[in-house]
């Protein structure tokens, strides 16, 4: 079950202060960054709702990001939908794969499973690779973002878009708590820790899974179709497992099943990433050590060390302060 | 749409190659995992280091020099692995193992481009190898043959060894049920060392005889690696035969696909490995039933 420590909510804040002092200081550059970060952080919201809270490790969130912004093109760009009703057809198209995903790797456990999903990532892969309908290997280029011109409000600007992706964020990080308290939630829950349990007490395993799979589906497409406004082209690039196997790297690094984590850990990657880049051409070198010493440090993650050190100690001095305290201030807190 | 008979001699040819060069990397990769329950993701990025091993080495000192050093030297990078990572990651999960052998690609890559640079590099044919050769009507060029011909020899190497000497039953014990045979007197640990290094090896003999046919590349240990783990998908993780079969149907399944359904060719053989995952979730000849 998820539950929103006091920590939690601390860092949740710190990032949401620290996105929109960037959005609204940061220059050019600065602000596609900042951009970036949003979409891999709806990428790796997505990855830790089936493999954090579901134990569903997918290598092929990357792939559904891309299903999202090939599916967002054709139907604005190629079949000449309005860009809402596209990004709508897009998220539902994305989901209803993931969901068709879901439900066939249901079956599978452990290392299948992660093979499962790579090799149904890699499909969609090969197949938009070759397809000269989606532009091959070259990709599509000149796509519209959402028109908000009628609300005064004009996204071609780098700020206002990285505005706008940081309010979808907001809101797909309390879709994805709102999930993970409900009753498929909860079921997902079971269905992690005991599946033969779950199974022996009635429930439908294998649709559990592929429901949130498919719920999950509808994050990452909203992530494909941002990703495709963004950068407003489109290559098979985007859907390469490796772009599954980063997210996933996100998602360990910041630490896995706490959805704060990932957060902190898709800002943490793409600031290193850009840093890195600048100083050597080597910065997958180092990121791989990074990676192979917090896995082996058997820490959950950058967030995952914190909570588990700190975590515990700032609760209770929270919960003294609120005892300490008058219920007015209290409130005010909340 | 008709083929006369050169047409599927030298497509079935291309194919076995193919097979040969995957079975090289599968097998070990495969049995990796069937005995130590090990997810070894950089198998790619070894493979990758015996080809730019090999390319180095043949350059000063000719082909034969580099396929007897390039396995060897990956092996040894393999002795430094085992003792560095994976003997402390053994008892992890296996997500842990997939992250912790990503992070090692990530690493191998870079590092390969800082002694190799970013160029690709080339490795010419051995003389004796770089003709032509006549089989069933079709002009075969002879280092593709060499390789099949390798591939096959190892094969029959690998099966008499597992199933007719001492060690290869224990290593069958093995994969079967380990606890029991480190019970039995087997000192499972030492078997488990061996393979890993013997499949580094093979891993590095595959990049080594691959590397005159392809341009060596930092990135072609990424590229060989999910065709290898589809192939030790479809068959089943941990068997010999399952690496076999599971070549042999990659090898014809894209080498045909790519010549008589070029539409369908790419997304011919993931859709097999899904029906395959569906229809048998462990493959077709899984190490355990």
């Not at chain 2, 749409?1 to 097979?19: I, K, P, V, Y």
């Not at chain 2, 950089?42 to 080809?51: C, D, K, N, P, T």
Request: neutral net charge.
């Amino acid at each position: 079950m998820f539950r929103h420590t006091p920590l939690r909510y601390a860092v949740l804040a710190i990032l949401a202060i620290a996105a929109l002092m960037q959005a609204f200081t940061a220059g050019y550059f600065g602000l596609e960054i900042l951009i970036e970060i949003l979409i891999l952080c709806l990428l790796v919201l997505a990855l830790d709702l089936v493999a954090g809270f579901g134990g569903m490790v997918s290598l092929c969130h990357g792939a559904l990001m891309g299903v999202g912004a090939y599916a967002f093109v054709a139907l604005n760009a190629l079949a000449g939908l309005d860009p809402w009703l596209a990004a709508l057809g897009a998220v539902a198209i994305t989901a209803a794969v993931a969901w068709v995903i879901g439900a066939v790797c249901a079956r599978s456990h452990g290392i299948y499973f992660i093979m499962a999903t790579l090799a149904f990532g890699q499909m969609g892969y090969s197949y938009v690779f070759s397809a000269p309908l989606f532009g091959g290997d070259d990709g599509i280029g000149g796509i519209d973002r959402f028109d908000l011109t009628a609300l005064g409000i004009d996204l071609s600007d780098s700020r206002t878009f990285a505005l706008f992706c940081l309010a979808v964020l907001a809101a797909a990080y309390l879709f994805t708590v709102a999930i993970l308290r409900s009753g498929l939630g909860r079921s997902l829950a079971g269905v992690m820790h005991n599946e033969k349990r779950m199974k022996a007490l009635g429930l439908i395993t294998w649709r559990v899974k592929a429901d949130v799979f498919g719920l999950s589906g509808v994050i990452a497409g909203v992530a494909g179709v941002l990703a495709a406004q963004h950068i407003q082209f489109i290559s098979p690039g985007l859907m390469n497992w490796t772009v599954s196997g980063e997210a996933l790297v996100v998602v360990i690094l910041g630490g896995l099943g706490t959805l704060v984590g990932p957060l902190v850990g898709a800002a943490a990657f793409v600031v290193m990433k850009h840093q890195l880049g600048e100083i050597t051409t080597y910065w997958h070198l180092i990121v791989g050590v990074i990676l192979i010493a917090v896995v082996m440090s058997r820490a959950n993650g950058i967030f995952g060390w914190v909570e588990a050190r700190w975590g515990a100690r700032i609760e209770r001095r929270l919960s003294d302060a609120t005892r300490a305290s008058t219920p007015k201030e209290v409130s005010t807190d909340a | 749409m008709t083929h006369d008979l050169s047409f599927w001699t030298l497509q079935t040819l291309n194919a076995l190659q193919l097979s040969m060069l995957l079975f090289l990397l599968s097998i070990g990769l495969t049995v990796i995992f069937g005995l130590m329950h090990f997810v070894n993701l950089a198998h790619g990025a070894l493979y990758a280091l015996g080809a730019y091993i090999a390319a180095s080495v043949a350059a000063t000192a000719g082909f034969w020099v580099a396929i007897v050093v390039a396995p060897i030297g990956v092996a040894l990078v393999g002795v430094v692995l085992y003792g560095g990572l994976i003997q402390r990651m053994r008892k992890s999960g296996p997500m842990a193992q997939v992250l912790v052998t990503f992070g090692l690609i990530f690493a191998l890559l870079d590092l390969t481009r800082i002694f190799w640079g970013d160029l690709a590099l080339a490795m010419a044919t051995p003389p004796a190898l770089s003709g032509q050769v006549d089989l069933l009507g079709v002009s075969y060029p002879a280092y593709r043959l060499f390789i099949i011909a390798l591939g096959a020899a190892i094969l029959a190497a690998l099966a008499l060894a597992l199933s007719r000497t001492q060690v290869g039953a224990m290593i069958r014990a093995g994969v079967d049920n380990d606890a029991m045979a480190a019970c039995l007197g087997i000192n499972v640990e030492r078997l488990f060392f061996v393979v890993f290094c013997v499949g580094c090896a093979l891993a590095g003999l595959a990049g080594a005889v691959a590397a005159p046919l392809l341009s060596v590349t930092p990135g072609m240990g990424l590229q060989i690696l999910i065709p290898t783990l589809i192939v030790i998908v479809i068959g089943g993780l941990g068997s010999l035969k399952g690496a076999i079969a599971g070549s042999l149907i990659y090898g014809f399944v894209q080498t045909f696909g790519a010549v008589l359904a070029p539409q369908l060719a790419s997304v011919l053989i993931y859709a097999l490995l899904a029906a395959v995952l569906v229809i048998k979730p462990v493959g077709l000849f899984p190490a355990k039933g």
